[in-house]
């Protein structure tokens, strides 16, 4: 037996100096203990020999530079525990905003486009209590957001396929949401490590990041409902070229919590 402690220090070394590494030690001892994660709720535990043979494993792969929560198999996303793996991008608390928005508007018939782990569609149709239609191109990203659905018991419909192409014919929506694939060629050639593990269908938007918002641009009013709202999450610095490409609807862009402006409101 070891103290529980102890092994967090060993693990916070470890995984120095990473600025996440005492967070990141906590949360996968906390997780091979079946504790909370917090300093307190460890202070007097002790950990057996399996116990700190799984720690040690899981303190290797963090160290190889796989994301956390895909270590954990969970992120949270709008006070919800969503399940997470290499079948979808994580939750970012960056797109808390895209859903804070589309609550805020009490839609009664939704969409969602690269719903990748469910988590937007999900959180939307849990707490706004309203059905949702998501889509994605990724069959195993969609079997993923099933399971996230199924979890939080949230109506969510689910079509495969390309962008609007995966719905059936005749469907309109009063609110349209989308976080689409967004980085630039020269993004994805200076990913961080854990990034690097993300599917790459979820992260690359074409050489300037802007292939998505065009197609959708291009499709979208046939399928809002008069008076509707598109939402898009966008990538630092390109607001302007949204807006400039969504004219001459009438736009507004959002800040997030750090002050970049992060979702595009288009009305018809
Ligand atoms: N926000 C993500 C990142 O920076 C990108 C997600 C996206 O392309 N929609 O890694």
Redesign the pocket.
Known sequence: MKPAFALLREGERLLSPSPDARNDALELLAHVLHAQRSAAALLDREADEAEQAAYSALLTRRRGGEPLQYILGEAWFMGLAFRVDHRA?IP?Q??ELLCELALEKHPKRPLEL?TGSGAVAVSLAALNKTEVTATDISPEALSLARENAARHRAPVRFFQGDLFAALPPGERFDLILC?????TAR?MQA??TE?KR?PKL????GPD?LDFYRRIRAAFTRFLLPGGTLLL?M?RGQAEALAALFAPYKTQAHKDLNGILRVLEVKI
């Open positions: 991008l970012r960056d797109t690269c976080n689409p694939p967004y980085l993004d990913l961080q990034v993300e979820a992260l690359y938007g990041g999450e990538g």
